[in-house]
C-alpha cells in the first residue's frame, strides 16, 4: 500500500464495515477483482474525517457501518467487463431492477474512472447505537435506482430522516454527496484528486 494509505479500522477505533466487493453479496453476485480482504482502505485523510464523523454520529445515536472505500481500478475494470455480459438475472432485482447492465454506466451508478480509486471516497450507512440494526434508508447499498437518490420519493418520513442524518453528519465533516447514491461520499480536500491506485487490498 502506498504510504498514505490504511486500513480504515486501524485508524478509526470501533467503526464497523462489511466491504461488499470482498464478498458474494454484491451486484456482481462473485467478490470482484482486487478486493483479496474484507478490509476497508483510505487515506489517512479520508479516515481523520471519518473518526469526526463517527463522533456526530454517536451524538445522534448511530454508528456508521462502512461498505467500500478504497477501489482498485482493476476492480472498476471488471465491472466493465461485466456490465458487457450477457443477463444471467442473478442480481437484477435487488439490485438493478429497473435498468439494463449496460445503463449502470450512462446513468452514473457505475463510473470507468471512480472517485474510490483515488482513496478518499466511501460507501456508508448508520446503524443504531443501542441495537446494532442498520439504519432504514429506503433501499440498500448498490440499489441503482432512482428510490436512491437524494430527495428521492416512495420513502418513509423515517427513512428520509435517516438518509437526511448521515448526510448532516457527512456534510459537516468536510465530505460532499454523490445525489444518485444516498450512501457514496467524498472528501472535497482529498489528497490524491487525479490519481487512480490499482494496487489491491490484501
Known sequence: MPADFVFVDEFVPGIRWD???ATWDNFTGKPVDGYLANRIVGTKA??????????????LGFGLLLWDGYRPQRAVDSFLR????????????????????????????????????RGSTVDLTLYDLATGELAAMGG??????????????????????????LCAVMESCG??????EWWHYTLKDEPHPDTYFDFPIA
Open 19 to 21: 466491504s461488499k466487493y
Open 46 to 59: 479520508l479516515c481523520a474525517a471519518l473518526a469526526e464523523a463517527q463522533e456526530k454520529a454517536a451524538t
Open 82 to 117: 461485466w456490465s458487457q455480459q450477457p443477463e444471467d438475472g442473478r442480481t437484477k432485482l435487488r439490485h438493478y431492477p429497473n435498468i439494463d447492465r449496460a445503463e449502470m454506466f450512462e446513468k452514473g451508478y457505475v463510473a470507468a474512472k471512480s472517485g474510490h480509486s
Open 140 to 165: 440498500g447499498h448498490d440499489l441503482m435506482d432512482t428510490i436512491s437518490h437524494h430527495g428521492a420519493s416512495g420513502i418513509t418520513p423515517a427513512e428520509a430522516r435517516n438518509r437526511q442524518h
Open 175 to 180: 465530505f460532499t454527496r454523490y445525489d444518485s
